[in-house]
């Protein structure tokens, strides 16, 4: 019943002629005796959460703890609103939804952690997006969830989504490979073009590093979710216009895990490097810490 | 190997901003909830590694008092967590140590005494994803990782208390998946972990306590 690997996944849907969403779902009942029903029930309540994190970035004044972040969201969807955007309308709003659950996030309000807290963010603004554009339901949206699910198990089981481990390309391409996926399975595509569409993404942001000021989940780990986000429908796009990707995911995995591996400490979250050590990090740095 | 559910991926549910400062510290302060007697006085942590150097940014320290006041990493309160811990009367104090001498990067030492003045400690890990590791009680290095349902014994270091132990699991049906016996000296005190598949019910605890050998049984369930 259980799966560990994408070729394992692409057998088990066609020999059944099943979902990516459903096969997950089916793992989870097999290997934790629960019934469908509360499974289901359970990732709508993660979904809720997203939800509401969504709304309370744009409806509170929201402050960092550090202080770098807070208010992003709001303005971002404002300009949208006013028929300003550059990106269009889904793009725009996926943009300022993640934005905002890093915001809750970073003011110690209530997230999902997808497949962490420093990333956040994308899922529930590709997410919050493709439900509103394509008028779906919410039944539909957390069934989705288990087919984003089965790709961070994939990457966890056989690489890693910690940013200590592997930067940013973990973390925020983790995330963004699981909406990737998510959004594929929502709009029609089949299970071979979910984990392409995943690939994709991971791809495109192979080598990411995590260097966050002062060591804080704010900068730049908050426009990297809405970076995260894009590169998501960036990716499905490609993949539902009948692009293959043409390494397997398995492999795409192996080597982000491997790029990660290469990377030098001071690139992994340490703050040692990157944006975090530019003069205007390190001044930002001490002034939150002192 | 324990299976990964999907639920450890899209999850978990948690106070942000970090899974391992924020979520992981909270989840170390309520093993101290469980294992502490009920009227604490005063508690001090004492912050190694990244917990000391970036505690505040990440509110490790109000997730730290929530998760010793018993919430769980859902709690919405967990930001006003040092107004409930003044409502209670709760004296906390945060030390920053630069010592090298701990386990993993981010560590807490969590010391507690009650109005009578008898002390508690325990040393764990937060170890990435909001897991965590117990690594030492009262100075005495253990482990345990609160993902099971986890029993801390306290007993005399005597023969026949650990068949005591094992005799209630299996009257209950309960089936351990770990076991790890600790003792301070020889014929002294001694310490029994077990992490169980199956909720342990009270009255397994009760019949467990009859024992005049177990000084008392503890029951974690994170």
Redesign the interface.
Known sequence: MDFISAVELIDKCSQENITISEAMIRREVTLFHIDRDSAIERMAHSYDIMKRAVERALSEELLSMGGLIGGESKKIFDRNSKGKSVCGDILSKAISYAVGVLEVSSSMGLIVAAPTAGSSGVIPGVFLAIQEAFELSDETMTLALFNAGAIGYLITTNATVSGAEAGCQAEVGAASAMAASAVCELMGGTAEQCLDAASTALTNVLGLVCDPIAGLVEAPCQKRNAMGASNALISAEITLGGVRHIIPFDETVEAMYRVGKSMPVELRETAMGGIATTPTGCQLCKNILN | MK?????????????????SH??GALRIARVMHKLAPQDIDKVTFILYG?FA??Y????TD?ALVAGLLGMDQ?D?R??EAFKYASEKGLHYVFETSDSTQYKHPNSVEIVVKDSRGNRLSITGSSV???SISIDKVNGMDVFFSGEYYTLFITHDDQPGVVAHITHCLSEHDINIAFMRLYREDKGKHAYTIIEADEPIKEDVIGQMSMNEKIHYVKMINL
């Open positions: 299976h990964m559910s999907v639920f450890e991926v899209i999850g978990p549910n948690m106070i942000g901003p970090s899974s924020t979520a990244s150097k970036t505040k940014g990440h509110g109000k859902e919405e967990i930001k990435g994803g909001g």
